[in-house]
């Protein structure tokens, strides 16, 4: 069974910095895609970042030049360092997983941008 946890939310000023991790079990963790979205209060859940078991990545115009997903395959590790955090990032963030055609999310972390 295929588990999904992540970590890293919280608080933090406008422009500042936060990175979020994702822990995967129960899979062949190096045949994956790894992934994250954001859902914002009233809005639909939407594409962060993605990355292929190939290496490539997709990010949402929004956060182009100021997020980077990266993997750690022997950790079983999907990392999203997120800079320049803006108001408008606030969300609860998920970590997906693309397993052989099927769809796992972890249960999601918050994060919030304030002043």
């Known amino acids: 069974q295929v588990h999904v946890a992540e970590s890293g939310g919280g608080l933090v000023h406008p422009g500042g910095s936060l990175k979020l991790s994702c822990v995967v079990s129960g899979t062949d963790f190096s045949l994956t895609s790894v992934g994250w979205h954001r859902q914002a209060p009233g809005k639909q859940r939407e594409l962060v970042a993605l990355?292929?078991?190939?290496?490539?990545?997709n990010y949402a115009e929004s956060v182009k030049g100021r997020f980077t997903v990266s993997r750690d395959n022997a950790q079983n590790l999907v990392n999203l360092q997120m800079n320049s955090l803006q108001p408008e990032d606030t969300a609860i963030y998920y970590c997906?997983?693309?397993?052989?055609?099927?769809?796992?999310w972890g249960l999601g972390t918050q994060v919030t941008v304030s002043s």
């Open positions: 997906l997983i693309i397993d052989r055609g099927q769809l796992y």
């Open positions: 990355l292929t078991a190939a290496n490539n990545m």
